[in-house]
């Protein structure tokens, strides 16, 4: 059974920055494509960064610069780490990835950026 396990947000003043984490079990982080959503207050969740298997990160064009996706292979954790945060950073972020067909998603850790 895959499960995701997010941490790591929380409260910051603008410019600041945060580690979020993601635990996966269930699968092999470094054998997967990992995404990173952000799902802010009202509007859409949107995919903010990946990582394939091959290591290839991508990036959303208002976090690149900013944000770094990482994979640690011995915790089986990919991690976000966000830098320069703005207010529009504001919201839940999400761990997702597709395995057999189906999509599986963590809790979600709240991130909240103050001005």
């Known amino acids: 059974q895959v499960q995701l396990v997010e941490s790591g947000g929380g409260l910051v003043q603008a410019g600041g920055s945060l580690r979020l984490s993601c635990a996966a079990s269930?699968?092999?982080?470094?054998?997967?494509?990992m995404d990173w959503y952000q799902q802010a207050p009202g509007k859409q969740r949107e995919l903010v960064a990946s990582?394939?298997?091959?290591?290839?990160?991508n990036y959303a064009d208002s976090v690149k610069g900013r944000f770094t996706i990482s994979r640690d292979n011995a915790w089986n954790t990919v991690y976000l780490q966000m830098n320069s945060l703005k207010p529009e950073d504001t919201g839940v972020y999400l761990c997702?990835?597709?395995?057999?067909?189906?999509?599986?998603w963590g809790q979600g850790t709240q991130v909240t950026v103050s001005s």
């Open positions: 990582i394939t298997s091959r290591g290839i990160t």
């Open positions: 997702n990835t597709v395995r057999g067909g189906y999509s599986y």
């Open positions: 269930g699968i092999i982080v470094s054998a997967n494509h």
